[in-house]
């Protein structure tokens, strides 16, 4: 079982849609929780970090729950621009790596 | 600023062959990161610095794969014997510091790995 699992998609959404990405984690000593951006041939860029209190950007809300080891990501009125690899990843101080998920493939169309 | 930067981009080599990749972290930075990336996955750690010395080494996949960081800024990922299922993208990313509180680690472009 990978230490972080996402379901690949591909998500394809119309221009304006709500969509909604989940990932869960299997080591409960994570400590920092993330979703990075990859565009096609590119690096990953940080998106966001991720709290139990959830935490919002413009259009981007991520919401953190460790009782059930759960990590989401919804983004609000879907731009072309949105299209891309959203990968989550978690993080223990202790060990200075990041664990990626497989990442979720988002296609947005006009 | 300068970001991190890697070459080759892009590196064709024969199977049985030995690679060097090299990483050149943000200035500043104590701590440097070796990932891999196959098609469709996600990136796998191989290998994080801190300064200079190898602060965990676990991901390296067998004793074919080699790093080094000797002055403690730039970084170089040695393979030997280079096999087809060494091929993939292999990312370097660098942060201002390792352990402790997170710290944003950068990616630099990659280089693109092709075993024939």
């Known amino acids: 079982r990978k230490e972080v699992e996402q379901d690949p998609g591909p998500f394809n959404v119309p221009e304006g849609a709500t969509v909604a990405f989940n990932c869960t984690y299997s080591?409960?000593?994570?400590?920092?929780f993330f979703w990075y951006r990859q565009d096609c041939r590119k690096e990953p860029k940080l998106l966001m970090s991720v709290y139990s209190s959830g935490n919002e950007d413009g259009r981007f809300t991520a919401q953190l729950n460790r009782a059930s080891q759960y990590i989401s990501l919804l983004i609000r009125d879907s731009k072309l621009s949105d299209s891309a690899t959203y990968l989550c990843?978690?993080?223990?101080?202790?060990?200075?790596?990041?664990?990626f998920g497989q990442g979720t493939t988002l296609q947005v169309k006009p | 600023g300068a970001g991190v930067s890697q070459t080759p981009s892009n590196k064709v080599t024969e199977k049985g062959k030995y690679v060097e990749l090299r990483c050149d972290p943000i200035?500043?930075?104590?701590?440097l990161y070796w990932y891999r990336q196959s098609l469709g996955q996600g990136p796998e750690f191989l290998i994080y610095?801190?300064?200079?010395?190898?602060?965990?080494d676990s991901g390296l996949p067998n004793d074919r794969f080699f790093a080094v960081r000797p002055e403690g800024s730039v970084s170089t990922l040695k393979i030997q014997r280079t096999e087809r299922g060494d091929s993939a993208v292999y990312l370097c990313a660098s942060s201002l510091t390792g352990r402790g509180s997170y710290n944003e680690q950068f990616f630099g472009p990659g280089t693109r790995l092709t075993v024939l």
């Open positions: 200035s500043g930075h104590t701590a």
């Open positions: 990843v978690v993080n223990s101080w202790n060990t200075g790596k990041l664990i």
């Open positions: 080591n409960s000593a994570s400590q920092s």
């Open positions: 610095f801190q300064g200079t010395g190898a602060a965990d």
